[in-house]
């Protein structure tokens, strides 16, 4: 199965252009369902490219051809870019370029957070309108699935993923995407935990950019002209009250509401729920407490979004530095010293 994209899909003699306009889903399942897979399809229809990567992704020979360019992804390529980036695989985008960061993060707590920061520390503010270097994967169904900040004509997307392995593959089929639909941005931020340990967390980074011929560049990495960002979060907190065992974002919330004060007043609540419970509490379990305490009637995203925002700089500084994250997030800024 060949599908075609782009405005220059007429050298494709042999073709089927699928008229998909006016027809329904159970249309479309039904023309999906009857092909063989040795077709080449043209069309504009995102809802028949999902059909058909869902159904043709298992096989390396299935792929998407981006006529404009004449490259290819494979159909599970394109499955993966469309369930978690919501990337327009029609491409076609036309408008100004501008300088952009990409930080992929694990998951939606983690989005906040970094947003946050990008906020306070770099006076960042949310964007309603995307530079055409953003527009694959700016919110084609307005689903919340990505945050865009920007700052004097540069910007900067954080987007979750779904755990570390969720990071590692966004990044490397996003930089598939970028070859392929001949986009570029300047720099793109990978956070995942350490887990097991850095050396490991550094292996699962540098494995997926190896098939792109990345160059080091000090504590980075270059692949073409995009400087990838590792953000390895690994910042243990030691309490006799609480069970730390895996780094995690909530390693850095704990670090900053210490600093902050609002950890002591949790002392006597987080003492009788020790009590109450007969073992330590979990960090996450005490991100609740702080939650409540703090008067905060939202979730955890919401609670780090805001803390983080009313915290003072010294001290987001200061835990940044401490887990080697400052110097990383302030490039992905362009806050270079």
């Known amino acids: 199965m060949r599908v075609v994209t782009g405005n220059k899909w007429e050298q494709f003699g042999d073709a089927v252009l699928f008229p998909e306009y006016g027809k329904n889903r159970e249309d479309l399942l039904k023309f999906v369902d009857s092909l063989s897979g040795e077709e080449t399809l043209v069309t504009s229809s995102l809802e028949v490219i999902d059909l058909l990567a869902e ?54 707590t983690d989005s906040k957070f970094f947003k946050a920061v990008m906020k306070k520390l770099f006076d960042f ?7 055409r270097n953003l527009k694959f994967i700016e919110k084609v169904f307005e689903r919340d699935n990505f945050d865009l900040l920007h700052k ?13 392995s969720g990071v590692i593959r966004n990044l490397g089929n996003f930089l598939k995407a970028m070859d392929v639909f001949g986009f570029g941005v300047e720099r793109i931020g990978v956070a ?3 887990d097991e340990d850095r050396e ?33 979060i690994g910042l243990p907190f030691e309490d006799e009250l609480i069970d730390w065992k895996k780094p995690t974002v909530e390693d850095l919330m704990l670090h900053l509401i210490s600093a902050e004060g609002l950890l002591e007043k949790l ?9 109450s419970l007969g073992r330590k509490l979990k960090p996450k379990e005490v991100m609740y407490l702080a939650l409540s305490a703090y008067g905060h009637w939202g979730n955890l995203e919401g609670f780090y979004e805001l803390f983080v925002m009313r915290s003072r700089h010294r001290h987001i500084k200061d835990v940044l530095r401490k887990a080697g994250l400052m110097e990383g ?3 992905l800024a362009f806050a270079e010293r």
């Open 267 to 275: 002392r006597p609540a987080l003492g009788a729920f020790e009590e």
């Open 55 to 108: 159904r043709f992704r298992k096989s390396e020979e299935n792929i998407l051809v981006y006529s404009d360019t004449m490259k290819s992804l494979t159909l599970k390529e394109v499955y993966e870019l469309r369930k978690y980036l919501d990337f327009d695989v029609r491409g076609g985008f036309s408008g100004e370029d501008a300088p952009v960061s990409v930080l992929f993060v694990e998951g939606k």
């Open 192 to 194: 995942i935990d350490v």
């Open 125 to 131: 503010r949310e964007s309603r309108t995307a530079p």
């Open 200 to 232: 490991a967390a550094m292996a699962s980074i540098t494995g997926k950019l190896a098939s792109f011929s990345p160059r080091k560049a000090g504590d980075f990495y270059l692949v073409w002209n995009t400087f990838i960002v590792p953000l390895i």
């Open 329 to 331: 997030l302030r490039f």
């Open 152 to 164: 004097d004509g540069k910007y900067v997307a954080v987007i979750p993923s779904e755990g570390n």
